[in-house]
């Protein structure tokens, strides 16, 4: 491992590319998904798609930015030439995306109560919820009740307010006909049904119905992954996907 790392390897066993390949050659075929859940140095992704898999890793330290990354542009850059490069004619090709994942947007307080997490501020917070209820992250200057949207005319409001009667209604004004409005809020009091234009959830109560609690088999359809929205160039790595929080000038793994 000298040569890809320089002269002093960080990790105890690193797996030559050769074992890997063999594994891979028995258990799977071309197309397949690969999946290493403790990704190390990658020498699991970088065989994986040199030999035409398709590959998940996840990794939980540093070594994300500081081995995968690097190796896996040199593997799709054809700069690689080590491992098992020449045994299959690697000459480069592909791509990956990678995301950093958020910090859980709940945690229980004190009193076992489910609470959003300090850690995310307003705009982490619309944000997420956008993402969990299906809206674009969108934020509007001239419209503060706009964080997203899901069509022209469909919009989501995300805040941590406890909403008066006096101000759903205002919001309901402003929305007007032929528009609607997702209000996700903390709490709210009166009758939110009578704004025909409103859906008003609570934020806590609307993230723990997503949630899925307690399976021995939380059956993961990897291949029905979302696509990215933006299509990527083959023979390039997306840099810096978009993620959960645009704009966040972090990088993520997996
Ligand atoms: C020995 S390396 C694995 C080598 C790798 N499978 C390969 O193909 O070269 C183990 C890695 O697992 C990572 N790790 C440990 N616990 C983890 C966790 N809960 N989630 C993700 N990665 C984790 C460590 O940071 C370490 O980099």
């Known amino acids: ?25 028995i258990a799977t075929k071309p197309g397949d998904l690969v ?6 140095s990658g020498t699991t992704g970088a065989v994986a798609h ?29 700069e690689d ?3 098992i490069s020449e045994a299959v004619n690697w000459k480069g090709g592909g791509g990956f995306r990678y995301y950093r994942l958020a910090p859980s947007l709940l945690q229980q307080d004190r009193w076992g109560q489910w609470v959003i997490n300090k850690e995310y501020n307003a705009e982490m917070l619309a944000a997420a919820i956008c993402k969990l209820e299906g809206f674009t992250y969108a934020p509007s200057d001239a419209h503060y009740w706009q964080h997203g949207k899901s069509t022209e005319n469909d919009f989501i409001y995300v805040t941590t307010q406890s909403l008066t009667p006096e101000q759903l209604q205002a919001l309901s004004d402003e929305v007007g006909e032929g ?17 025909p234009n409103l859906t008003v959830k609570k934020i806590p109560k609307m993230v723990l119905s997503r949630c899925e609690w307690g399976h021995d088999d939380y059956s993961l359809n990897v291949e029905n992954l979302p696509m990215q929205e933006k ?21 993520g793994a997996a």
């Open 1 to 25: 491992m000298i040569g890809l790392y320089g002269a002093q390897n960080v990790f105890d066993t690193p797996k030559p590319e050769r074992l890997i390949k063999r594994v891979l050659e």
């Open 231 to 251: 299509s990527v160039p083959k023979q390039t790595v997306a840099p810096q996907q978009a993620g959960l929080f645009e704009g966040d000038s972090g990088e």
């Open 50 to 78: 040199k030999m035409g898999r398709r590959w998940i890793m996840v990794e939980l330290g540093e070594h994300c930015h500081t081995h995968i990354i690097p190796r896996l542009k040199k593997v799709i850059d054809g």
């Open 179 to 195: 528009r609607s409005l997702l209000v996700c809020c903390s709490a709210f009091r009166g009758d939110a049904n009578r704004y």
């Open 81 to 83: 030439q080590g491992g």
């Open 35 to 40: 999946l290493d859940s403790f990704a190390g």
